[in-house]
Each structure stands twice: as C-alpha cells, then as structure tokens.
C-alpha cells in the first residue's frame, strides 16, 4: 500500500508543471479562463480565480498565463469580470463591494447574488436576487422561505399594474422573477 502511494504522488509531482500549479491542484482551487476589465481601462485576459461563494468572493485573483504570478482585485476595482460564460458587475450592497452575477440588463437590472455566511454551527450561502429599477430604488429578494416575497416585491413592483396584481393574487412568486423582470421592463419601454 504503501508503494502505491509514493506511486501516486510521484505522478503527480511528475505531471506539474510547476510548484504553484501542483499547490492548486492539491487546494482543490477552480482556476477558469476569462477576462476582467478593470476600472483603469485595462483588459487583463487568461485565467481566474474567482468563488463567488466562498469566503473569498470579494476577490478576483489573476493568473499570468506566462509566469504563474497572482494579482488579486477587489470589486470596486473592476468594471466587468467575464468567467465560463457569466459576467459579473461590482454592485455596493450594505456599505461593501461584492461581484454579482449578471441575469438582465436594460430599463431594469437583475443581479444574482450568493451570499456567504458562518454561524456557530456551520457555513454555507444563500442565493439572493438584486433588482435595480431606472431611478436607483433597490430590493433584495432572497429565496428564504421566510422571505416576505408578496409584501416586498408588490410594493417594489407597485407602479406596474399587471405585475402588482400578479404579485398579489400569487401568480407570481420568487420562482418567477425572470417573467416579472420581462413583463416589468417591457411596461418600462411602452410607459417611459
């Protein structure tokens, strides 16, 4: 057994291209290629470290394709993040910077936003939706079943008379947020 063991990790060593790269693969991190465009007008292409939820998720940590060496941004550093298809904009949420993932963005923006959390007894995140209408008013819609979603979201949603009723008769709930979002920006653009 123990023989197969040294095997293993021989091979392992042999097949690293680099110490950094064998320390990545041993910390379990997911490196992904995109690209970030940094508030200074920069554009920073190759691969990326970024957890969006982990305990690291204000953080976008470069990788220099050539020599290996991190650089890690905060989100009030970058303008976009692009990673396996997703985009990501800074957004300020409670007085900090966190990156969240892009769902719409039109009349009205739609933000997907796992927030991270520790307790005595665990940690974990729970997945929350930010909405911005055109003249900056906000909601966070969490999908906690405790969230009061019709008391919320009817009065963020008051405006538009389709969507309240909808809202308030529970044709529409959380699950149904990117239908709100459509209907809502479509009475944006005929309205305004």
Request: aromatic share 16%; net charge positive.
């Amino acid at each position: 057994m123990k023989r197969l063991y040294i095997l293993f990790i021989s091979i392992v060593i042999c097949t690293a291209t680099s110490q950094s790269q064998l320390l990545d693969i041993l910390r379990n991190i997911k490196i992904r290629p995109g690209f970030v465009i940094l508030n200074t007008g920069d554009t920073l292409l190759g691969s990326f470290e970024f957890n969006d939820c982990k305990e690291n998720y204000r953080l976008v940590i470069y990788r220099d394709p050539v020599t290996y060496n991190s650089q890690a941004f905060e989100p009030q550093e970058v303008k976009l993040l692009s990673i396996s298809e997703n985009y990501y904009r800074p957004i300020e949420y409670k007085h900090e910077w966190v990156l969240m993932r892009v769902i719409f963005e039109d009349k009205l923006k739609f933000f997907h936003h796992k927030r991270f959390f520790t307790t005595f007894s665990n940690t974990g995140y729970s997945n929350e939706y930010y909405i911005i209408k055109p003249d900056g008013e906000t909601l966070m819609v969490s999908t906690d079943v405790f969230y009061p979603f019709k008391t919320k979201a009817g009065y963020f949603f008051k405006d538009c008379p389709s969507v309240y009723e909808k809202i308030k008769n529970n044709t529409y709930s959380v699950k149904e947020l990117p239908e709100i979002i459509t209907e809502y920006n479509e009475w944006l653009k005929a309205n305004k």
